[in-house]
Protein backbone atom coordinates (compact mmCIF):
# COMPACT_ATOMS: atom_id res chain seq x y z
CA UNK A 1 0.00 0.00 0.00
CA UNK A 2 1.41 3.39 -1.28
CA UNK A 3 1.25 5.21 2.62
CA UNK A 4 3.26 2.40 3.79
CA UNK A 5 6.25 2.67 1.84
CA UNK A 6 6.38 6.25 2.50
CA UNK A 7 10.11 7.96 3.55
CA UNK A 8 10.19 7.50 7.59
CA UNK A 9 10.05 10.89 9.63
CA UNK A 10 13.01 9.54 11.42
CA UNK A 11 13.74 12.53 14.17
CA UNK A 12 10.43 12.31 15.05
CA UNK A 13 10.90 8.72 15.42
CA UNK A 14 14.36 8.87 17.37
CA UNK A 15 12.28 11.29 19.82
CA UNK A 16 10.34 8.49 20.81
CA UNK A 17 13.38 6.48 22.14
CA UNK A 18 14.72 7.54 25.17
CA UNK A 19 17.50 5.71 25.52
CA UNK A 20 19.32 6.79 22.40
CA UNK A 21 19.67 10.25 23.62
CA UNK A 22 22.61 9.63 25.72
CA UNK A 23 26.75 9.96 25.30
CA UNK A 24 28.83 6.70 25.93
CA UNK A 25 32.41 7.15 26.49
CA UNK A 26 31.64 10.91 26.05
CA UNK A 27 30.51 10.66 22.36
CA UNK A 28 26.50 10.71 21.27
CA UNK A 29 25.57 7.02 21.20
CA UNK A 30 25.04 5.20 17.79
CA UNK A 31 23.20 2.10 18.02
CA UNK A 32 23.64 -0.14 15.35
CA UNK A 33 22.86 -3.71 17.24
CA UNK A 34 19.61 -3.77 17.03
CA UNK A 35 19.86 -7.16 15.28
CA UNK A 36 20.58 -8.41 18.50
CA UNK A 37 17.95 -6.13 20.05
CA UNK A 38 16.16 -3.28 19.22
CA UNK A 39 15.56 -0.58 21.54
CA UNK A 40 12.04 0.78 22.75
CA UNK A 41 9.72 3.31 22.01
CA UNK A 42 7.99 4.86 24.91
CA UNK A 43 4.42 3.52 23.60
CA UNK A 44 5.90 0.35 24.85
CA UNK A 45 7.37 1.08 27.64
CA UNK A 46 4.43 3.23 28.70
CA UNK A 47 2.48 0.58 27.92
CA UNK A 48 4.11 -2.12 30.51
CA UNK A 49 4.39 0.59 33.16
CA UNK A 50 0.54 1.64 32.70
CA UNK A 51 0.10 -2.23 33.17
CA UNK A 52 2.11 -2.42 35.84
CA UNK A 53 1.14 0.77 37.60
CA UNK A 54 -2.59 0.33 37.66
CA UNK A 55 -3.99 -3.06 36.34
CA UNK A 56 -1.46 -5.97 37.57
CA UNK A 57 -3.17 -8.88 38.78
CA UNK A 58 -3.07 -12.74 37.64
CA UNK A 59 -4.75 -13.75 34.46
CA UNK A 60 -7.38 -16.33 33.83
CA UNK A 61 -7.56 -16.85 37.30
CA UNK A 62 -9.89 -14.16 39.45
CA UNK A 63 -13.04 -12.64 39.30
CA UNK A 64 -11.90 -9.50 41.07
CA UNK A 65 -11.80 -6.68 38.35
CA UNK A 66 -8.30 -6.61 38.53
CA UNK A 67 -8.06 -10.19 37.01
CA UNK A 68 -10.22 -9.73 34.48
CA UNK A 69 -8.88 -6.42 32.92
CA UNK A 70 -5.32 -7.97 33.35
CA UNK A 71 -7.14 -11.42 31.31
CA UNK A 72 -8.37 -8.68 28.77
CA UNK A 73 -5.12 -7.35 28.24
CA UNK A 74 -3.25 -9.99 28.04
CA UNK A 75 -5.56 -11.41 25.66
CA UNK A 76 -6.05 -8.45 23.39
CA UNK A 77 -1.78 -8.33 22.82
CA UNK A 78 -2.56 -12.02 21.53
CA UNK A 79 -4.95 -10.59 18.60
CA UNK A 80 -3.04 -7.79 17.58
CA UNK A 81 -0.12 -10.72 17.32
CA UNK A 82 -2.39 -12.32 15.20
CA UNK A 83 -3.19 -9.36 13.68
CA UNK A 84 0.65 -9.01 12.82
CA UNK A 85 0.83 -12.31 11.75
CA UNK A 86 -2.17 -12.48 9.57
CA UNK A 87 -2.82 -15.91 11.14
CA UNK A 88 -6.41 -17.25 11.19
CA UNK A 89 -7.26 -17.97 14.16
CA UNK A 90 -5.99 -16.23 17.52
CA UNK A 91 -5.27 -19.84 19.44
CA UNK A 92 -2.51 -20.19 16.64
CA UNK A 93 -0.72 -18.01 18.48
CA UNK A 94 1.22 -19.31 21.64
CA UNK A 95 3.40 -16.77 24.08
CA UNK A 96 6.82 -18.25 24.89
CA UNK A 97 10.11 -16.50 26.35
CA UNK A 98 11.50 -16.10 22.27
CA UNK A 99 12.49 -17.33 19.21
CA UNK A 100 14.84 -20.15 21.23
CA UNK A 101 12.07 -21.23 23.66
CA UNK A 102 9.84 -21.51 20.74
CA UNK A 103 11.89 -23.86 18.58
CA UNK A 104 12.32 -26.00 21.62
CA UNK A 105 8.82 -26.31 22.21
CA UNK A 106 8.38 -27.34 18.80
CA UNK A 107 11.66 -29.82 18.72
CA UNK A 108 10.11 -31.10 21.97
CA UNK A 109 6.48 -31.86 21.36
CA UNK A 110 6.29 -32.12 18.40
CA UNK A 111 9.52 -33.58 17.10
CA UNK A 112 9.26 -36.11 20.07
CA UNK A 113 5.86 -37.32 18.74
CA UNK A 114 6.60 -37.00 14.84
CA UNK A 115 10.48 -38.29 14.89
CA UNK A 116 11.64 -41.49 14.80
CA UNK A 117 14.90 -43.10 14.32
CA UNK A 118 16.27 -42.98 11.14
CA UNK A 119 13.95 -39.65 10.39
CA UNK A 120 15.34 -36.85 8.88
CA UNK A 121 15.23 -32.64 9.34
CA UNK A 122 16.84 -30.64 6.98
CA UNK A 123 18.65 -26.98 8.04
CA UNK A 124 20.84 -24.52 6.60
CA UNK A 125 24.15 -23.39 7.03
CA UNK A 126 23.15 -19.69 7.67
CA UNK A 127 20.85 -20.86 10.93
CA UNK A 128 21.54 -19.31 14.29
CA UNK A 129 22.25 -21.91 17.25
CA UNK A 130 18.92 -21.97 18.09
CA UNK A 131 17.83 -23.21 15.27
CA UNK A 132 20.43 -26.31 15.27
CA UNK A 133 20.81 -26.73 19.10
CA UNK A 134 17.21 -27.90 19.91
CA UNK A 135 17.42 -30.54 16.85
CA UNK A 136 20.74 -31.94 17.94
CA UNK A 137 19.95 -32.87 20.99
CA UNK A 138 16.26 -34.54 19.58
CA UNK A 139 18.31 -36.13 17.27
CA UNK A 140 21.25 -37.10 19.27
CA UNK A 141 17.95 -38.61 21.85
CA UNK A 142 16.05 -40.35 18.84
CA UNK A 143 18.89 -41.58 16.01
CA UNK A 144 18.02 -38.62 13.37
CA UNK A 145 19.75 -37.13 10.88
CA UNK A 146 20.21 -33.45 10.75
CA UNK A 147 20.77 -32.34 7.06
CA UNK A 148 21.87 -29.11 5.89
CA UNK A 149 21.28 -26.96 3.20
CA UNK A 150 24.59 -24.79 2.11
CA UNK A 151 24.93 -21.11 1.00
CA UNK A 152 26.84 -19.73 -1.86
CA UNK A 153 30.22 -17.39 -1.40
CA UNK A 154 27.52 -14.13 -1.14
CA UNK A 155 25.86 -15.86 1.84
CA UNK A 156 22.46 -16.80 -0.67
CA UNK A 157 20.72 -19.92 -0.19
CA UNK A 158 22.01 -22.79 -2.64
CA UNK A 159 18.36 -24.08 -4.06
CA UNK A 160 20.35 -27.09 -5.14
CA UNK A 161 21.73 -28.47 -2.06
CA UNK A 162 18.62 -27.61 -0.53
CA UNK A 163 16.69 -30.04 -3.14
CA UNK A 164 19.48 -32.54 -2.30
CA UNK A 165 18.30 -32.33 1.57
CA UNK A 166 14.55 -32.57 -0.13
CA UNK A 167 15.18 -35.54 -1.73
CA UNK A 168 16.17 -37.71 1.27
CA UNK A 169 13.02 -36.83 2.48
CA UNK A 170 13.06 -34.64 5.55
CA UNK A 171 10.34 -35.08 8.11
CA UNK A 172 10.91 -31.21 9.16
CA UNK A 173 12.50 -28.31 7.58
CA UNK A 174 13.42 -25.66 9.72
CA UNK A 175 15.07 -22.61 8.54
CA UNK A 176 15.46 -18.83 9.08
CA UNK A 177 14.03 -16.36 6.82
CA UNK A 178 16.37 -13.62 7.46
CA UNK A 179 20.22 -14.65 8.43
CA UNK A 180 21.19 -12.54 11.63
CA UNK A 181 24.81 -12.78 10.58
CA UNK A 182 24.53 -12.46 6.59
CA UNK A 183 21.29 -10.43 6.08
CA UNK A 184 20.47 -12.67 3.48
CA UNK A 185 16.49 -12.35 2.46
CA UNK A 186 15.08 -16.34 1.98
CA UNK A 187 12.27 -17.06 0.23
CA UNK A 188 10.03 -18.40 2.61
CA UNK A 189 7.03 -19.22 0.36
CA UNK A 190 9.36 -21.10 -1.98
CA UNK A 191 10.91 -23.41 0.85
CA UNK A 192 7.23 -24.10 2.57
CA UNK A 193 5.44 -25.14 -1.30
CA UNK A 194 8.78 -27.43 -1.87
CA UNK A 195 8.83 -28.92 1.69
CA UNK A 196 5.01 -29.50 1.28
CA UNK A 197 5.41 -31.31 -1.81
CA UNK A 198 7.39 -33.88 -0.11
CA UNK A 199 4.66 -33.92 3.00
CA UNK A 200 7.34 -32.37 5.51
CA UNK A 201 6.35 -30.09 7.75
CA UNK A 202 7.85 -26.56 7.75
CA UNK A 203 9.62 -24.33 10.92
CA UNK A 204 10.28 -20.72 9.88
CA UNK A 205 12.99 -19.15 12.58
CA UNK A 206 11.42 -15.20 11.86
CA UNK A 207 13.44 -13.96 14.46
CA UNK A 208 15.26 -11.35 12.48
CA UNK A 209 11.96 -11.59 9.67
CA UNK A 210 9.28 -10.42 12.05
CA UNK A 211 10.94 -6.72 12.82
CA UNK A 212 11.91 -6.04 8.99
CA UNK A 213 9.29 -7.33 6.90
CA UNK A 214 5.98 -7.90 7.13
CA UNK A 215 4.73 -11.65 7.59
CA UNK A 216 1.60 -13.22 6.57
CA UNK A 217 1.92 -16.93 7.56
CA UNK A 218 -1.61 -17.54 6.40
CA UNK A 219 -0.07 -16.66 3.09
CA UNK A 220 3.15 -18.34 3.66
CA UNK A 221 1.36 -21.77 4.79
CA UNK A 222 4.29 -22.42 6.98
CA UNK A 223 3.16 -24.99 9.97
CA UNK A 224 5.62 -23.15 12.37
CA UNK A 225 6.61 -19.63 12.95
CA UNK A 226 8.34 -18.32 15.95
CA UNK A 227 10.20 -14.80 16.82
CA UNK A 228 11.03 -12.72 19.78
CA UNK A 229 9.61 -9.57 21.52
CA UNK A 230 13.07 -7.62 21.84
CA UNK A 231 13.57 -7.99 18.37
CA UNK A 232 10.46 -6.21 17.52
CA UNK A 233 10.77 -3.18 19.54
CA UNK A 234 9.02 -5.36 22.82
CA UNK A 235 10.24 -6.50 26.16
CA UNK A 236 12.87 -9.65 26.44
CA UNK A 237 11.29 -12.82 27.84
CA UNK A 238 8.41 -12.93 25.20
CA UNK A 239 7.87 -14.52 22.08
CA UNK A 240 5.55 -15.88 19.82
CA UNK A 241 5.33 -19.31 18.47
CA UNK A 242 2.79 -19.73 15.88
CA UNK A 243 1.31 -23.33 14.30
CA UNK A 244 -1.24 -24.32 12.67
CA UNK A 245 -4.60 -24.94 14.89
CA UNK A 246 -4.63 -28.80 13.03
CA UNK A 247 -0.46 -29.19 13.67
CA UNK A 248 -0.78 -27.55 17.25
CA UNK A 249 -3.77 -29.78 18.18
CA UNK A 250 -2.09 -32.99 17.43
CA UNK A 251 0.87 -31.98 19.88
CA UNK A 252 1.07 -33.22 23.09
CA UNK A 253 1.95 -30.66 26.39
CA UNK A 254 5.55 -29.92 27.00
CA UNK A 255 5.69 -28.16 30.41
CA UNK A 256 3.07 -29.19 32.76
CA UNK A 257 1.58 -27.21 35.61
CA UNK A 258 -1.22 -24.64 36.45
CA UNK A 259 -3.10 -22.86 33.25
CA UNK A 260 -2.41 -25.44 31.14
CA UNK A 261 -4.99 -28.11 32.36
CA UNK A 262 -8.62 -29.01 31.88
CA UNK A 263 -9.07 -31.20 34.70
CA UNK A 264 -6.33 -32.57 36.92
CA UNK A 265 -7.60 -35.54 39.19
CA UNK A 266 -4.80 -37.63 41.29
CA UNK A 267 -6.70 -40.92 40.50
CA UNK A 268 -7.76 -39.89 36.80
CA UNK A 269 -5.22 -37.85 36.01
CA UNK A 270 -4.88 -35.13 33.93
CA UNK A 271 -6.63 -33.97 31.13
CA UNK A 272 -5.40 -30.78 28.88
CA UNK A 273 -6.86 -27.24 27.92
CA UNK A 274 -7.51 -26.31 24.40
CA UNK A 275 -4.76 -24.56 22.58
CA UNK A 276 -3.55 -22.24 23.23
CA UNK A 277 -3.36 -22.85 26.65
CA UNK A 278 -2.35 -26.18 26.87
CA UNK A 279 1.08 -25.17 25.73
CA UNK A 280 1.18 -22.11 28.24
CA UNK A 281 2.03 -23.55 31.94
CA UNK A 282 2.23 -21.13 34.71
CA UNK A 283 2.03 -17.74 35.26
CA UNK A 284 2.77 -15.77 31.57
CA UNK A 285 4.69 -12.73 31.29
CA UNK A 286 1.74 -10.38 31.35
CA UNK A 287 3.63 -7.36 31.20
CA UNK A 288 5.77 -8.41 28.58
CA UNK A 289 2.59 -9.81 26.11
CA UNK A 290 0.67 -6.28 26.47
CA UNK A 291 3.62 -4.69 25.98
CA UNK A 292 4.78 -6.30 22.95
CA UNK A 293 1.17 -5.94 21.49
CA UNK A 294 1.85 -2.53 21.95
CA UNK A 295 5.05 -2.81 20.34
CA UNK A 296 3.93 -4.69 17.06
CA UNK A 297 1.02 -2.23 16.67
CA UNK A 298 3.94 0.40 16.89
CA UNK A 299 5.39 -1.09 14.42
CA UNK A 300 2.49 -1.17 11.94
CA UNK A 301 1.50 2.48 13.25
CA UNK A 302 5.15 4.03 11.48
CA UNK A 303 4.74 1.04 8.51
CA UNK A 304 6.73 -2.46 8.55
CA UNK A 305 7.75 -1.65 4.42
CA UNK A 306 8.71 1.64 5.30
CA UNK A 307 11.11 0.51 8.00
CA UNK A 308 12.54 -2.53 5.85
CA UNK A 309 13.13 0.12 2.98
CA UNK A 310 14.98 2.88 5.77
CA UNK A 311 16.89 0.30 7.21
CA UNK A 312 18.05 -1.09 3.32
CA UNK A 313 19.11 2.17 2.56
CA UNK A 314 20.73 2.44 5.51
CA UNK A 315 22.82 -0.87 4.81
CA UNK A 316 23.09 -0.16 1.42
CA UNK A 317 25.21 3.06 2.24
CA UNK A 318 27.34 1.11 4.74
CA UNK A 319 28.55 -0.56 1.94
CA UNK A 320 29.29 1.81 -0.06
CA UNK A 321 31.03 3.91 2.32
CA UNK A 322 33.04 1.03 4.10
CA UNK A 323 33.96 -0.33 0.43
CA UNK A 324 36.41 2.52 -0.01
CA UNK A 325 38.63 1.02 3.31
CA UNK A 326 41.76 -0.96 2.30
CA UNK A 327 41.37 -4.87 3.30
CA UNK A 328 37.61 -4.48 3.84
CA UNK A 329 35.40 -7.73 2.95
CA UNK A 330 32.03 -8.18 3.19
CA UNK A 331 30.42 -11.86 4.56
CA UNK A 332 26.74 -11.79 3.00
CA UNK A 333 26.36 -9.65 0.01
CA UNK A 334 23.63 -11.09 -1.31
CA UNK A 335 20.90 -9.54 -3.35
CA UNK A 336 17.63 -7.93 -1.80
CA UNK A 337 19.44 -8.67 1.41
CA UNK A 338 17.94 -6.59 4.96
CA UNK A 339 19.37 -3.87 7.26
CA UNK A 340 22.65 -6.18 8.21
CA UNK A 341 25.99 -5.30 7.49
CA UNK A 342 29.12 -7.61 8.52
CA UNK A 343 32.41 -7.49 7.73
CA UNK A 344 36.07 -7.98 8.45
CA UNK A 345 39.27 -5.90 7.45
CA UNK A 346 42.45 -7.95 6.29
CA UNK A 347 45.11 -7.50 9.61
CA UNK A 348 42.51 -6.78 12.32
CA UNK A 349 40.35 -8.80 14.85
CA UNK A 350 36.66 -8.38 15.10
CA UNK A 351 36.91 -8.15 18.93
CA UNK A 352 39.48 -5.14 18.65
CA UNK A 353 37.59 -3.26 16.30
CA UNK A 354 34.26 -4.03 17.97
CA UNK A 355 36.13 -2.67 21.16
CA UNK A 356 37.42 0.77 19.70
CA UNK A 357 34.03 1.61 17.82
CA UNK A 358 32.88 1.22 21.24
CA UNK A 359 34.88 3.83 22.46
CA UNK A 360 33.90 6.06 19.77
CA UNK A 361 30.48 5.54 21.10
CA UNK A 362 29.01 3.63 17.90
CA UNK A 363 27.61 -0.11 19.46
CA UNK A 364 27.99 -3.03 17.03
CA UNK A 365 28.11 -6.68 17.45
CA UNK A 366 31.32 -8.70 17.04
CA UNK A 367 31.96 -12.44 17.04
CA UNK A 368 30.37 -15.03 15.97
CA UNK A 369 26.42 -13.87 16.50
CA UNK A 370 25.47 -17.52 17.71
CA UNK A 371 26.52 -18.69 14.23
CA UNK A 372 29.28 -20.76 14.24
CA UNK A 373 28.94 -22.87 11.68
CA UNK A 374 28.45 -20.09 9.35
CA UNK A 375 31.07 -18.36 10.49
CA UNK A 376 33.46 -21.37 10.40
CA UNK A 377 32.65 -21.78 6.41
CA UNK A 378 33.98 -18.39 5.55
CA UNK A 379 37.01 -18.88 7.53
CA UNK A 380 37.18 -16.13 9.68
CA UNK A 381 36.99 -15.49 13.42
CA UNK A 382 33.87 -13.93 13.20
CA UNK A 383 32.78 -10.43 11.98
CA UNK A 384 31.86 -7.02 12.95
CA UNK A 385 27.97 -6.55 12.61
CA UNK A 386 26.28 -3.31 11.89
CA UNK A 387 22.15 -3.93 12.08
CA UNK A 388 19.82 -1.30 11.45
CA UNK A 389 16.27 -0.49 12.68
CA UNK A 390 13.75 2.65 12.34
CA UNK A 391 15.50 5.40 14.42
CA UNK A 392 18.99 4.79 12.38
CA UNK A 393 20.41 7.72 10.62
CA UNK A 394 22.32 8.44 7.57
CA UNK A 395 24.79 10.95 9.66
CA UNK A 396 24.99 7.95 12.12
CA UNK A 397 25.99 5.43 8.97
CA UNK A 398 28.74 8.58 8.27
CA UNK A 399 29.93 8.11 11.85
CA UNK A 400 30.84 4.61 12.10
CA UNK A 401 32.49 5.00 8.71
CA UNK A 402 34.55 7.08 10.15
CA UNK A 403 35.01 5.14 13.59
CA UNK A 404 36.06 2.37 11.23
CA UNK A 405 38.38 4.36 9.35
CA UNK A 406 39.99 5.62 12.91
CA UNK A 407 40.47 2.67 14.49
CA UNK A 408 41.95 0.75 11.76
CA UNK A 409 44.69 3.45 11.99
CA UNK A 410 44.71 2.66 15.79
CA UNK A 411 45.36 -0.99 15.07
CA UNK A 412 48.00 -0.74 12.30
N1 LIG B 1 17.17 -16.92 15.35
C1 LIG B 1 17.73 -15.84 14.80
C2 LIG B 1 17.81 -15.73 13.31
C3 LIG B 1 18.23 -14.83 15.63
O1 LIG B 1 18.79 -13.74 15.08
C4 LIG B 1 18.12 -14.97 17.02
C5 LIG B 1 18.70 -13.95 17.93
O2 LIG B 1 19.66 -13.28 17.60
C6 LIG B 1 17.51 -16.11 17.53
C7 LIG B 1 17.05 -17.08 16.67
C8 LIG B 1 17.34 -16.32 19.02
O3 LIG B 1 16.51 -15.35 19.55
P1 LIG B 1 16.27 -15.26 21.13
O4 LIG B 1 17.64 -15.17 21.74
O5 LIG B 1 15.47 -14.00 21.30
O6 LIG B 1 15.55 -16.48 21.54
Redesign the pocket.
Known sequence: MAHEISPLNVEALRAEFPILHQQVHGKPLVYLDS??SAQKPLAVINAQADYLRNHHANVHRGVHTLSQRATDAFEHARRQVQSFLNAREVEEIIWT?????G?NLVAQTWGRTHLHAGDRILISRM??H??IVPWQLLAAERGLHLDVAEIHEDGSLNWDSVQDGLNRSPKLVAM?Y???TLGTVNDASRLVKAAHNIGARVLI?G??AAPHKRVDVAALDCDFFVF?G??TYGPTGI?VLYGKREVLEDMPPWRGGGEMIAEVSLERGTTFAPIPFKFEAGTPHISGAIALGTALDWMQGVGVESIAAHEEALAAATHEALSTIPGMRFIGTAPGKAGVVSFVVEGTHPYDLGSLLDAQGVAVRTGQ??TQPLVDHFGIPGTVRASFAAYNTFEEVATLHRAVERAITLLK
Do not use: F, P, R
Not at 97 to 101: A, F, H, L, M, R
Open positions: AAQGTTDIEHANTVSNDAQSHKGHC
